[in-house]
């Protein structure tokens, strides 16, 4: 098997030097050689042509007479959860979906650090006295280390 601790230099030697906002989110190597990295970017998606200049770096530095893989390199895609610190930067001003062990949440995430992301919900309810609506805005501090999940609200 392919050790995971190379692929991951490969991969984020090519990015680094790339130097356009690029990033690693996850890098698997199964029993049978398929190498799956995922890379996203702070500013923008990214290219298939950054895609295939971390694959290239990656395979013209593996000896396929030694040992046989296959190697995809993509985008995390929109549905995915988040995996790295970097894809909250990237969100911010975005709606998301927060699960922790206790609650689920969904706003609008307004701060990161590395130690808690601020989500801000906006709520529309009828006064049931006058009947009238109102916004009830609320802010919820998370804690990194209760998140079990965190995926992006797609809205078209």
């Known amino acids: ?30 029993a049978k050689n398929v190498i799956l990295v995922k890379m996203d970017n702070l500013n923008q998606g990214v290219s298939i042509k950054d895609c295939v ?4 770096n990656i395979e013209h530095n593996l000896d396929r007479e030694k040992q046989d893989f296959e190697l995809k390199v993509s ?12 894809q909250y930067l990237k969100n911010v001003g975005k ?4 699960l922790t062990e206790d609650s689920a949440y969904k706003g609008e ?7 808690e992301i601020e989500l801000k919900h906006i709520e529309i ?13 609320t802010i919820h501090h998370l804690k990194m280390n ?11």
């Not at 995430?109 to 130690?115: I, P, R």
């Not at 209760?146 to 078209?156: D, H, Q, Y």
């Open 109 to 115: 995430l307004t701060k990161v650090s590395f130690e």
């Open 146 to 156: 209760e998140i079990k999940e965190t995926r992006l609200v797609i809205s078209f």
């Open 53 to 56: 200049s971390v694959s290239r």
């Open 125 to 137: 309810i009828k006064n049931k006295k006058t009947k009238k609506k109102e916004t009830i805005e």
């Open 95 to 98: 709606t998301i979906n927060v």
């Open 75 to 86: 985008s995390p895609g929109l549905d995915q959860p988040f995996m790295v610190h970097e």
């Open 1 to 30: 098997m392919i050790p995971k601790k190379r692929i991951i230099e490969l991969a984020q030697e090519r990015i680094n030097e790339l130097d356009n906002g690029n990033y690693l989110v996850d890098v698997s190597v199964s």
